[in-house]
């Protein structure tokens, strides 16, 4: 209950409309503390809204995404997953392609491509996309 509390001020503080669904999609994504696609949390939110389409668990995903609420990631095998993160401020994640778990990291190594650019290509950066692939610790280990 708390928890759905929480959720429910993230929406509002993002201006965005407070409905059980999103709630529910923001809940699901905020436990799992992994990655997870859009079918998985589709497969998930079925059990309590019955006739929700696909469709519509992947444009409230989107939406969530463009508010900054979650993060996409992109896995080699293709398959678009996303992933809890309303932390603000510049950072990257490192996924882990075996278990899914994601850690926030907060060093931007595109700071020094930056300089090249701005020095040798003299163009100006204004954004960049940044994902680490590997596996975690636990992960590595069974390796
Ligand atoms: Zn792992
Ligand atoms: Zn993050
Ligand atoms: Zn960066």
């Given at each position: 209950m708390e928890k759905n509390t929480a959720y429910h001020t993230l929406l509002k503080n993002l201006g965005l409309k407070v409905t059980p669904k999103r709630l529910a999609l923001l809940s699901v994504l905020g436990e799992e503390h992994r990655y997870l696609s859009p079918e998985e949390v589709w497969k998930k939110l079925r059990r309590s809204f019955?006739?929700?389409?696909l469709p519509t668990v992947y444009r409230n995903m989107e939406e969530l995404e463009r508010h900054g609420v979650i993060s996409k990631v992109l896995h080699s095998n293709r398959q678009l997953y996303y992933y809890f993160c309303p932390k603000t401020g510049h950072h990257h994640h490192f996924v882990c392609?075996?278990?899914?778990i994601v850690e926030d990291i907060?060093?931007?190594?595109v700071r020094e491509m930056e300089k090249e650019i701005k020095r040798r290509v003299k163009g100006t950066v204004t954004s960049h996309i940044l994902q680490v692939n590997g596996l975690c610790s636990g992960c590595a280990g069974k390796q």
């Open positions: 019955k006739n929700l389409g392609l075996e278990c899914r907060s060093v931007c190594a």
